[in-house]
């Protein structure tokens, strides 16, 4: 027996002996078993008469390992099927048993264990994890009172007001019905058919079509509860809260050229961001942050703060930081946990409640109901991933997959068992136990039965104003633009036309750039249900705003070749690592000499690591080297890129002519590889992109 593995019986056929790891179910002795626990001898060969068959269906080893693969897969999310996840903790930074009862949110410092779980909404499981989408950002808080789920998107609103579109947005959004294609992308006809019909749609439109939706990193992206929900103290007193993640890290999104070309270059581009800084040590962590109001301020808006499609500008209400939210373990296995886990936004503790929201109340029922049909059984929340941390007893029973084995005859209440000296089984408790909170703050008092909108529903463009007011000239260049690409995609030539009439109502400026992009003329506005508003803009909007100006936890691509000089470079990854950031050597070769003779492994090669990948970059060359890479696609590109990138090149004098072959300018973000360099390399160069880039 060789250590680690188990050394197998010879084949039936006198076949080779070889050495297989012990894995997957075994017998605590390192010995391959079936699932009935029965040790398999042979792993290698299926049980024949004779070498060469026929093979015997008595051969109950092949028949269980065939038959379990051929149910691995169970069916993928209808939305946000494509995701990546991670273990955490929340911690609180003080006690809010003033606004909330919720265990959680008592003692300041204790950690509550989370599972967190990040996706795309359009795409299939196997799609990229790059295209121009909303993400989600569901949070599994697993507390000492059960289970608490926050499952939000990083973009505070929503496409629609009420859950009777959503089938009609997902079919809309998703590939189209008879030719499957698009696959994880919005820029196609019936999208934009049923977006342009829907005028409710255009502030998450304008969001979605800013760079919120190609973010660089999952770390680099806000999250938001989206609904207004209720907190309720120890006393009852109710106050209307809205939730929000913000990334420690700051806002970072990519420009869409990169976005594209990560595609290409690595399908898993975020879900191996996050597992690589979490894998390093360099734990994601985000602030959670509360709006909190009352029915007096939701009263005096010009909108429903019952409405998805509306926020509540920073400005107005501030966001309060409560506590942090620290991702430091990956999963275990994808399948078990990512996959099986089962979020659902009734699952809510005492001290949290829902409000009327109608899409938020139609999402109490849908992600239950959906679990049923993903995860097969009406017990899925016994899978490790979805069961409480804290006790759990009731009187359900039975179904399929049943893991429980209740003792005694209890599955009934009430019951005197007790008198019989049984077991009686648990009892509700009117102290500790949820109680909804009976307010009828949010809702009419008396409501007739109607299948109707409160009055300020209708205004669906006052915010979209003020959230295109509210961004950078190059980032509502940005918008312009994606408004222009998606409509180019669009063939129902009335569909354009009629978007850029819902755009004249955002911003007049707006809709003529989009028209012009795409040679029409400009047509009539549409005429709005309910006239929009100006409002104050909202700098806490913009991302170019809010971005943090430090290069901890990003990458540096370092592109060098053979003859390198060792000393330059060993001391920018030095001042690399020293910003916090991680050095990632580029070559032709794998295997590169450099200047004082010794050769090092680089960690990808050319071909293979184009620099969209880095969030800044350094060209350290010998003149040599520059001559041969002048010729190189692969290397003009790379630096073509990073400058159409507009990020922060860094450069040797060696390197010049291949900065100058592959069109680069000197600005702000061209520096040679000292300290400015590193003091740069965070910034991404937005004056440059006007320069060379025809945006809408
Ligand atoms: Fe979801 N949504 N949704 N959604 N949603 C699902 O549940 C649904 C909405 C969100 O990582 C499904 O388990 C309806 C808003 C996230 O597993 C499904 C409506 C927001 C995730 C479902 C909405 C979200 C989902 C599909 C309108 C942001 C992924 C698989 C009434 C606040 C959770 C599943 C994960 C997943 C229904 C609207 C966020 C079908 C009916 C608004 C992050 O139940």
């Not at 502030?203 to 190609?214: F, G, N, P, Q, V």
């Not at 973010?215 to 992206?221: E, G, I, K, Q, V």
């Not at 990956?330 to 005492?350: G, K, S, W």
Request: hydrophobic share 40%.
């Amino acid at each position: 027996m060789a250590s680690g593995g188990y050394e197998m019986e010879r084949g039936q056929g006198g076949e080779t002996h070889q050495k297989v790891p012990a894995a997957g179910p075994h017998d605590g002795q390192g010995h391959l078993t079936t699932n009935q626990g029965i040790r398999v001898s042979d792993n290698q060969n299926s049980l024949k008469s004779g070498a060469r068959g026929p093979s015997l269906l008595e051969d109950f080893v092949l028949r269980e390992k065939i038959f379990h693969f051929d149910h691995e897969r169970i069916p993928e999310r209808i939305v946000h099927a494509r995701g990546s996840g991670a273990h955490g903790y929340f911690e609180p930074y003080e006690s809010l048993s003033d606004l909330t009862k919720a265990d959680l949110f008592q003692r300041k410092g204790e950690k509550v264990p989370v599972f967190v779980r990040f996706s795309t909404v359009a795409g299939g499981a196997g799609s990229v994890d790059t295209p121009r989408d909303v993400r989600g950002f569901a949070v599994k808080f697993y507390t000492k009172e059960g289970n608490w789920d926050l499952v939000g998107n990083n973009i505070p609103v929503f496409f629609i007001q009420d859950a009777m579109k959503f089938p009609d947005l997902v079919h809309a959004v998703k590939m189209e019905a008879d030719r499957a294609f698009p696959q994880a992308a919005s820029a196609h006809d019936t999208f934009w058919d049923f977006a342009s019909l829907m005028p409710e749609t255009t502030h998450m439109l304008l969001w979605a079509m800013s760079d919120r939706t190609i973010p660089r990193s999952l770390r680099t992206m806000q999250g938001f509860g989206v609904h207004t929900f209720k907190l309720v103290n120890e006393a009852g007193k109710v106050s209307f809260v809205k939730f929000h993640w913000k990334p420690v890290q700051g806002l970072q999104s990519t420009v869409w050229d990169e976005a594209l070309k990560l595609q290409s270059a690595d399908n898993d581009f975020h879900r191996r961001d996050l597992w690589e800084a979490i894998e390093k040590g360099d734990y994601p962590e985000w602030e959670l942050g509360l709006q909190v109001f009352d029915q007096a301020f939701a009263d005096a808006q010009p909108y429903d703060v019952l409405d998805a499609t509306k926020i509540i500008p920073e400005e107005d209400v501030p966001v309060r930081p409560v506590g942090r939210l620290v991702l430091d373990r990956n999963p275990d296995n994808f399948f078990a946990e990512t996959e099986q886990v089962a979020f659902c936004p009734a699952n809510i503790v005492p001290g949290v409640d829902f409000t009327n929201d109608p899409l938020l109340q139609g999402r109490l029922f849908s992600y239950l109901d959906t679990q049923k049909s993903r995860l097969g059984t009406a017990n899925f929340h016994q899978l490790p991933i979805n069961a409480p941390k804290c006790p759990m007893a009731n009187f359900q029973r039975d179904g399929q997959m049943q893991m429980h084995v209740p003792k005694g005859r209890a599955n009934y209440e009430p019951n005197s068992l007790s008198a019989h000296g049984e077991e009686p089984g648990p009892r509700e408790c009117p102290v500790t136990g949820f109680r909804t909170d009976p307010g009828r703050a949010d809702s009419e008092e008396q409501g007739d039965k109607l299948r109707v909108r409160p009055e300020l529903f209708a205004d669906h463009y006052s915010q979209a104003r003020l959230f295109w007011r509210s961004q950078t000239p190059s980032e509502q260049a940005h918008i312009a633009s994606a408004f222009t690409f998606e409509l180019s995609k669009v063939k129902m030539a009335q569909v354009p036309g009629r978007m850029i009439a819902n755009l004249r109502n955002v911003d007049e400026e707006l809709a003529r750039r989009v028209a012009k992009g795409l040679g029409l003329s400009l047509p009539e506005a549409n005429p709005a249900a309910r006239a929009p508003i100006d409002m104050k803009p909202s700098p806490a909007l913009s991302i170019q705003k809010n971005m943090l100006d430090t290069l901890k936890g990003r990458m540096v691509g370092i592109l060098i070749a053979d003859g390198t000089d060792a000393a330059a470079l060993s001391s920018l990854k030095q001042a690399v690592e020293g910003a916090g950031a991680t050095p990632f050597l580029v070559a032709p070769h794998i295997g590169t000499s450099l200047s004082d003779g010794s050769v090092i492994a680089v960690d990808g090669q050319l071909a293979g690591s184009p620099s969209a990948l880095f969030d800044a970059v350094a060209v350290l060359l010998a003149p040599d080297a520059a001559a041969l890479l002048v010729k190189e696609a692969a290397a003009i590109q790379w630096v073509m890129d990073a400058f159409g990138h507009l990020k922060t090149i860094g450069r040797n004098d060696a390197a010049q002519p291949l900065l100058d072959k592959a069109g680069v300018e000197p600005d702000d973000g061209i520096t040679p590889l000292d300290g400015t360099f590193i003091q740069k390399a965070s910034q991404r160069q937005w004056a440059r992109e006007p320069k060379l880039r025809l945006l809408a």
